[in-house]
């Protein structure tokens, strides 16, 4: 039987990239890469509760500027599995209060020999403007509401982990598509694999040029629920709007909340997802949050795998072809 | 010589439960096993100081919803002592405040595998709700003015480190018993291990009725002193009280506050503790904060000692049952 | 080939310091021990990239009264590559805030085992008077304007590393004299390895009484530029002053602000420092701060260095001569 770093002290030719910023410039084989990494390291980590030290002495860094615990906690809960070490940085209490630019915020983070710096910013291109300005590898954390790559990863692992191939998947991404960089990042990952996308809610919230990215647009979820193979149920995010979107909490749960009664009219075997937190009683009800076709909390397990992949793949592998030594 | 992991490579046959969340629920000798464990760590670490890899691989969650510094350092560093890993969450700048009820954030935590959530919260009862909704173990931290269960182990285990068994000794809770986790988790143990408790204080912090657990109520500190084998001072939690329950701080500190002049009145080898964070010059005065009879930073260190034993008893010995090695 | 703790398991009998509080008590002879073991650390681990356990059960306390990112990532990182633990305690939200005393507070994470206790405080004096109180070590990581040692030893490092032995150039200290300790430390350890020190800026941040400790002081830098071998710019430190040392940061940057035009009147060999964070436009021009005299990031990465020396000159080799192992 292979040691787990035999077993994964192989080059994978299709990764070449340094970092990863959002999912629309990955190619379909790219993205297969990151997602079959993520299976065998779940699979060979018990389901990421062990450690696969391949990353000892190397350091990820969270550099989030806006506020996260479940994302940055998963990335640092990932990168320890690998045996790295972490740092955390955030916004209050740092330089960047002292007058400090963004850039040499981050420059001088690298210099303690950082190998990934993980972002998150309020600012859509953040991560793209650090990723030029570094040496080390970006992962892009979310940048407002542009993309956040590796929530569309472990949503896609998660709809392959019970549904098998992507490929001609109906997939509907409902609620506030507007500001979600979550939607952005499904969308082009689901896309690239062969999937019909939806995107439903209400028109405050969902333009008809999200047309042009080659996806559906519904604004009731009722036409469109018989037809889904998944439901990807997103937050309202309150913090993000300037306007209120729809007339009450109240009006939106009855047009597009998912509750028991549009189960009982969805197909045999839909998918309930939710990239959370989730809002009880907004777009979701607890029967079906807590149900047998809700997939949410194996959605952040998978979380724990696609970082572990990401990590990997970003500063294991090159560094594997550069030192010839595991 | 064995080695470490073989040393405490046995399952307590005593321990089946899967949380520890006061010691109300806990047997006398299931109190017996979590200190003499202790006491094992204690002696195999030269004092909790070096490391016993025996959880490597697990992962401890701190959950505090209030603020803390050293209990929650207490359980990270018990819980590094013993090679696993450790996540930290609090409450500002969680999901908390985008809405995430209680549950679904522990779920949430949970389902990013981790072994054992340690959990404070200011309502009583969120650490056995949370113990309920969970698969992972669940200490208590302090719940409101609950319990701290850790807390009243790591005095008894100091109390039995410096004057032996329990059985039979008189112990004084001085002070703010009415907001006091920390009483309440003493009294439940100290009471089960055969001790006769006094709690002691001003009559609008000391209820007549917690003669309904079994210990003696006192109002004059000067009266009961003679008799005392243990002096337990509790801080004066001003941040927990609405109203102010004494006319002064000098009035407070002039009834009971332990100073030279009552030691030379107490018992030759009285025992002097505190739960700290300590007001010198309200329940303690410097000179007896400091002097030989005080045993109060002996207390964070079994602190340790106590936390690496039941991270272990709970994770630990159950794991080894099913896997069968160590 | 020697393992890595065979080759610093030596006992530097020059060291016998428990504590670094400030660099005006060290020798000649200590600062080249802490800076020469920098030196070996650095290229022991690839340049302070991989892990050298020396440490291993150790752990280090960063206890940080003041906001900081870099340090205290800097003696966080440190310490982990030497395999040590850490804990990281903050003043807000810490038992500070519960009435408990400075000492205390040290008193109690010192009680839970840690080894090396790293104090930031606004106030001068802070960690001398706590490693009066600690058995443990105490490192000075800033104590309001005094001294800042570990800062002092990474700017000399860097200036040995790229221009030889420090006899003989002339450094000058640029910008916010008054407040800073930074400034403080660079003094005392130049000056004692032999430099000509010039502290440079406008006469209400430059006192003439700095002449005591014997540099020269200055109000004019393109009086002193052509003679400078070193220039260390200070960033204007807005958030320690109570009135506004000059009219406008215009007028102070033509006044000393390093650019591309005093770039061209400098030395051909001229190397150019700041501590960081740096206010572009202010102290440094952009050109000039990534710039090829710039050794601004060097320095970032010499602090790993000049850490891992101080942290384990402190707590590593006293410690072997107890156990007698390695």
Same mark, same amino acid.
């Given at each position: 039987?292979?040691?787990?770093? =035999?077993?994964?002290?192989?080059?994978?030719?299709? $990764?070449?990239?340094?970092?990863l910023?959002?999912?629309?410039?990955? #190619?379909?084989?790219?993205?297969?890469?990151?997602?079959? =990494?993520?299976?065998?390291f779940?699979?060979?980590t018990?389901?990421c509760r062990?450690k696969l030290p391949?990353l000892a002495?190397r350091t990820l860094a969270n550099l989030f500027f806006e506020n996260s615990t479940r994302t940055r906690n998963s990335f640092s809960l990932a990168a320890r599995r690998l045996g790295a070490d972490t740092v955390e940085f955030t916004?209050? +209490?740092? #330089?960047? #209060?002292?007058?400090?630019?963004?850039?040499?915020?981050?420059?001088?983070i690298?210099?303690m020999?950082v190998d990934v710096a993980v972002v998150r910013?309020?600012?859509?291109?953040?991560?793209?403007?650090?990723?030029?300005?570094?040496?080390?590898s970006v992962v892009n954390a979310g940048?407002?509401?542009?993309?956040? !790559?590796t929530q569309?990863?472990l949503?896609?692992?998660?709809?392959?982990?019970?549904?098998?191939?992507?490929?001609?998947?109906?997939?509907?991404?409902?609620?506030?598509?507007?500001?979600?960089?979550?939607? @952005?990042?499904?969308? $082009?990952? *689901?896309?690239?694999?062969?999937?019909?996308?939806?995107?439903?809610?209400?028109?405050?919230?969902?333009?008809?040029? $999200?047309?042009?990215? +080659?996806?559906?647009?519904?604004?009731?979820?009722?036409?469109?629920? !018989?037809?889904? %193979?998944?439901?990807?149920?997103?937050?309202? &995010?309150?913090?993000?709007?300037?306007?209120?979107?729809?007339?009450?909490?109240?009006?939106?749960?009855?047009?597009?909340?998912?509750?028991?009664?549009?189960?009982? @009219?969805?197909?045999? /075997?839909? *998918?309930?997802?939710? !990239?959370?937190?989730? /809002?009880?009683?907004?777009?979701?009800?607890?029967?079906?949050? %807590?149900?047998?076709?809700?997939?949410?909390? /194996? &959605?952040v397990t998978?979380g724990l795998a696609v970082r572990m992949a990401v990590v990997w793949?970003l500063c +294991?592998?090159?560094?594997?072809?550069?030192?010839?030594?595991?």
């Amino acid at each position: 039987m292979p040691t787990p770093a =035999t077993e994964f002290g192989y080059v994978p030719d299709a $990764w070449t990239e340094r970092h990863l910023l959002d999912l629309e410039r990955l #190619s379909a084989e790219q993205l297969r890469l990151i997602l079959d =990494t993520a299976v065998r390291f779940k699979a060979a980590t018990d389901g990421c509760r062990t450690k696969l030290p391949l990353l000892a002495g190397r350091t990820l860094a969270n550099l989030f500027f806006e506020n996260s615990t479940r994302t940055r906690n998963s990335f640092s809960l990932a990168a320890r599995r690998l045996g790295a070490d972490t740092v955390e940085f955030t916004a209050s +209490g740092s #330089s960047v #209060s002292k007058g400090e630019s963004l850039i040499d915020t981050a420059k001088t983070i690298e210099a303690m020999n950082v190998d990934v710096a993980v972002v998150r910013h309020h600012t859509p291109g953040v991560p793209h403007l650090l990723g030029q300005a570094l040496r080390c590898s970006v992962v892009n954390a979310g940048d407002g509401p542009h993309e956040h !790559p590796t929530q569309g990863l472990l949503d896609i692992m998660t709809i392959r982990e019970h549904r098998g191939e992507i490929s001609g998947k109906t997939v509907a991404l409902v609620g506030d598509i507007a500001h979600s960089r979550t939607a @952005r990042s499904n969308i $082009w990952g *689901l896309k690239k694999l062969g999937a019909h996308v939806i995107v439903c809610g209400p028109a405050t919230l969902v333009s008809r040029r $999200w047309e042009e990215l +080659g996806v559906e647009v519904a604004y009731h979820l009722d036409e469109i629920l !018989p037809r889904c %193979d998944v439901l990807n149920l997103l937050r309202i &995010q309150f913090e993000r709007q300037y306007t209120r979107p729809f007339p009450s909490v109240r009006e939106y749960a009855l047009l597009y909340a998912m509750n028991g009664k549009r189960m009982a @009219r969805a197909k045999e /075997n839909i *998918l309930i997802m939710a !990239p959370g937190p989730i /809002n009880r009683g907004v777009e979701i009800t607890p029967d079906v949050a %807590d149900g047998p076709h809700s997939v949410i909390l /194996n &959605q952040v397990t998978n979380g724990l795998a696609v970082r572990m992949a990401v990590v990997w793949l970003l500063c +294991g592998p090159r560094q594997l072809q550069t030192t010839g030594q595991f």
